[in-house]
Every structure is written in structure tokens, then in C-alpha cells.
């Protein structure tokens, strides 16, 4: 319990660090950006029922490219999130995008780590969503 603990703690640290260097290169444009409500786009395949109290992880459509890849090296790399579908060959790997597959590291992070808000933040780049962004053969873990 104590490695899982120590897990969380950096995970926390680091995700304060993401915030922390995303804050210091917003601009008043994009400021304004950050709190108007982001609209959930799943891919055209995806399941579009809601399902009561279950939430999802993805990555905010609006969020810079450098930024989805940071957080997307971080949630595989540092995060400890199991990204090996994210390979070639693998079940979530095409479409073979930035948004997706930083949907799909930041949605695996926030399951592993108790689907808390912060858990999702991701420096700005990550939203939660209440819609089941899986595709295809390629299926997001969901809360219970």
C-alpha cells in the first residue's frame, strides 16, 4: 500500500509541475479559453449513451499538440500507465493521432488512480466526460 501511496504523491507532484509550466506560457486569449465549457467529441464510431455516474478521462481537443504530447509522455512513461495498446498492431492505436492517443494514456492514469479530478488535469489537456469515448475494438476502462 505504501508504493501505491508514494505512486500517487509523485503522480501529484508531477501533475502540479505540468500546471504549474502550462500557467506560465498562457496567453489572455487562451486564458479566457480555459473556462468556457470544452465540448466532448468522440470519434464517429464511439458510444454515444450516457451512462449515469460513469466518468472517462480524454484529451481536451483545444490543448496545444506540444502540451497533449508532454502529458501523453508523462502518463506512459512516469505515470505508469499501461499504454501498450497504444503500439502498433495494438487495439487503440489507430486512428494513429495525438488526440487519441493521449485519450486513451490519460483515461488509463485517471482509472489506476482513483478517477479524482486532479487525476485528470494533465497541465490543461485532459477533460473529464460523462460519454464512453471507446472505438472500434479499442475499449476505455470506465469507472464504476
Excluded at 479559453?33 to 450516457?50: A, Q, R
Amino acid at each position: 500500500m505504501k508504493r501505491k501511496e508514494l505512486m500517487i504523491m509523485h503522480g501529484l507532484l508531477i501533475l502540479g509541475w505540468f500546471i504549474a509550466s502550462a500557467a506560465s506560457r498562457i496567453t489572455p486569449q487562451e486564458k479566457a479559453e480555459s473556462v468556457t465549457p470544452i465540448p466532448t467529441l468522440s470519434p464517429p464510431e464511439g458510444n454515444m449513451t450516457f451512462i449515469n455516474g460513469v466518468t472517462w478521462c480524454v484529451a481536451r481537443p483545444g490543448a496545444s499538440q506540444e502540451d497533449l504530447q508532454n502529458a501523453l509522455d508523462w502518463a506512459c512513461g512516469p505515470g505508469g500507465a499501461d499504454c501498450s495498446q497504444l503500439q502498433p498492431g495494438g487495439r487503440c492505436y489507430q486512428p494513429n493521432t495525438l488526440l487519441t492517443h493521449a485519450s486513451y494514456a490519460f483515461n488509463i492514469f485517471y482509472q489506476q488512480n482513483g478517477n479524482s479530478d486532479i487525476a485528470c488535469n494533465f497541465g490543461g489537456a485532459g477533460a473529464l466526460v460523462k460519454r464512453d469515448p471507446s472505438f472500434g475494438s479499442c475499449k476505455f476502462l470506465a469507472s464504476e
